[in-house]
Structure formats: C-alpha cells, structure tokens
C-alpha cells in the first residue's frame, strides 16, 4: 500500500507535531501524506495550516514570518491569513481590490491532547480519536516521542497489536525469552477500527519496577488496546496494583516511507509516585527497540493476506488489512503498490 497513493486516507485526522513546538518556533513546515504544509497560530492562539507554497511564485511560506495571527511569505511579503487567503499585497496601494485567486489551499486544523492534528480533506470520515484516559483532569498526560521512522504506519500499527514479537525484540527491557508463545487476545471489530484485550505475563526489570511501584520480577499487563484507523492506536494497560499506564502512539503518515510518530502516555498516579523523564526513558526503551525492526521492513505493506505469511498471533494485523482493503473498495479505490516488489 502507499499511502500517498490511497485518497481515503486524506479524509483522517492525524497529529502532526506537539502544539509546544509550534509555540517555541512558528511557523513550522510538516509534511503529511506527501502534501507539504506549513502551520502556525493565529490571534486566538489557535493553530492553522495551509499548504506550503506561495501562490505567487511557489516560494514556501514556512520560510516566511507569522505577523498578527498571519503569515507573511519572505519573497514578496504577501500575507496570508489562516484559511490562506491573501489579505495583503505590500506592492499594490490599500485602495486596490486583492483578486480573489489570491489564495492557497487550507487544511482542517485543532489541538488536541497537547498536539496539532490536521486533516486534508474538508470532510473527515472520523473525529479525531477519542481518549477518554486523556480527558480526565485527575490523570497525566505526559509526552514521550515525535520521531521520525522510515516505515509504514500499518507497520507500526500491527506491531502494537502483535503479542509474538516481545520476547525478541523486547528481551532487553520486558520480554521473556523463555516465554515465545504469544498470550491469547479476544479481538473486537469495530466499524473504523478494532479492540484486544490480553492479559500479558512480563518481566518487571529494576528500571521499571520503581515506575510501577511495584517490586515484583513479574507482573501481569491487563491489555486493552484499541486501533483507530488508519494509524493510531491506544494502548491501555492496568497492572496488578491498580495503576494505569495508557499510551497513544501515532505513525502519522509523512510520505510513502516515512512516518512520524507521535506518542504519549497518561496515567492515575503523580510525579511523587515515578518521574515522568524515567517513565519517558523505560517507554522510549521499548519503542527504539520496535524501531530498530520496523525500519528494516518493506514500506510498501501490501494488504494481500496471501503475500506474506501468517500465524494465529498476527489476527489483528489481518484483520486491519482487511478493513483498509474494504474502506478502499467503498470509496472507489484499488490497493496501490510499487510495480516491483
Ligand atoms: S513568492 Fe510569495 S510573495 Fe512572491
Ligand atoms: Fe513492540
């Protein structure tokens, strides 16, 4: 599949960096989906999103400069507003009329959960995914990585649900390479999506053991996890003693290969019962030990079920390319893929 190639995918919200970066340094470039944009935030602190490409002369407007609430391009100095109009043109004098075809495309734009997410198309399919753990002001949200891999999102995505990899690719941190057989998940489709729950046997190490409040050398994950289509999920895991640990990961999508990701955790306890940066460094562990795998795979994931193989433990990965196949087939689309694999 490339995602470039596959219009649905335009009709998603996808975060594309924290709102803090914005906030330190605007405007700010990102490419989504192969479309380049250029974000900043108007007069309400409110944070837009155009396309990246001045329509004068197609110099880039994230080289430009943001003034009161708009953005200046650094050719000319036309100044456009957040839904890309133009609104000022420095050479004409304030009587003339600005032609209406003074304009760039803009782009759906909100914050949410400390990030901004855009959406391409003017008609989202879905609101942005729901994390309830996120909206309740007694929990924490606390943000861990916005980094950028040289892989497809369903990668990623698969990855999250695939209890079979942990006891290799995560033997260093919570993985039991003596326990290779995957535990068992009870998957739920849903219309946009799906949801596993699994109860995970993992090694507790000393790193994480002070971030659990618990000193056992094993523990149990309570697993439920949810996919949000097309590349977002929620991992939400509650240990023994009560604690919870729900972690949102996207890989939004950059280009054919290359996806952003952007994850944070939120959890029931405070600073006083585990720091955030040790909590950031256990998770970070585990996610560059995901990355270090996911990077050697082929970008172009092919929904197929007959091209690659499968076992038992790979059900939800299936059942994701089944759901892009079928959400492709509903709005008109074939699977796109490199004409040579
Ligand atoms: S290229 Fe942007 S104002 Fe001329
Ligand atoms: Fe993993």
Known sequence: MLVTQQPVLNRFWYPV???AKLIDKMPDAFELLGQKIVLWLDTEGQPVAVRDRCCHRTAKLSKGTVINGCIQCAYHGWLYNGQGVCV????????QKIPSSYKVDSFKCAERYGYVWVCLDNEPLLP???VPEAEDPANRIIPQCYDLWQCSGLRVMENSFDNAHFSFVHAASFGSIEQPKPAPSEITSLDFGLVIKSE???????????????????TTRFVESTWHMPFSRTLKITYPNGLMHS?????TPVSDRTSQIVQFCVRNDT????????????????VLEDRVVLETTNYDTPLDVTV??????????IVMRRKLLSLFKQHGEKEQLLPFQ
């Open 247 to 251: 972690i949102f990961t996207a890989a």
């Open 200 to 218: 995970v046997p993992v090694i507790n190490p000393p790193a994480q053991q002070k971030n659990l409040g618990m000193t056992e050398a094993y």
């Open 88 to 95: 000022k043109v420095p050479q004409s004098s304030p009587d």
């Open 308 to 317: 690659e193989q499968h076992m038992p433990s790979d059900q939800p990965g």
């Open 17 to 19: 960096m924290p709102i």
């Open 128 to 130: 942005i995914p729901s």
């Open 271 to 286: 600073e006083a019962d585990a720091s955030a940066e040790d909590i950031i460094a256990f998770d970070r562990q585990v």
